[in-house]
Nanobody
């Protein structure tokens, strides 16, 4: 019922910034909890940031708090992840995901984007 298309990944030096975008198809975007997950080579996929349908509540992985900001634009059916002060350990494939649940748990997310590579060089 929903397709997620990610963009904005790339190569950046440590301390730099990137803004990821996730464009959602479908007319029920405003009802979904949206989140970003990431997966580095050899590591399990982890929650990075999430935002509830209203946009009033957000959650973040502790290691990105104060550096990353998730937001959503209902008019554009798009979710963003602004990433500042990037560190080499942020290097991973970043995935956009959606669920009707009010949760950040990976297993609850029903729809996933294709992933976009973020590489932070030192």
């Amino acid at each position: 019922q929903v397709q997620l298309v990610e963009s904005g990944g790339g190569l950046v030096q440590a301390g730099g910034s990137l803004r990821l975008s996730c464009a959602a198809s479908g007319r029920t975007f405003s009802s979904y909890t949206m989140a970003w997950f990431r997966q580095a080579p050899g590591k399990e996929r982890e929650f990075v940031a999430g935002i509830l349908p209203s946009g009033a509540s957000t959650g973040y992985l502790d290691s990105v708090k104060g550096r990353f900001t998730i937001s959503r634009d209902g008019a554009k059916n798009t979710v963003y992840l602004q990433m500042n002060s990037l560190k080499p350990e942020d290097t991973a494939v970043y995935y956009c995901a959606a669920t009707y649940g009010r949760t950040w748990s990976l297993s609850r997310f029903d729809y996933w984007g294709q992933g976009t590579q973020v590489t932070v060089s030192s």
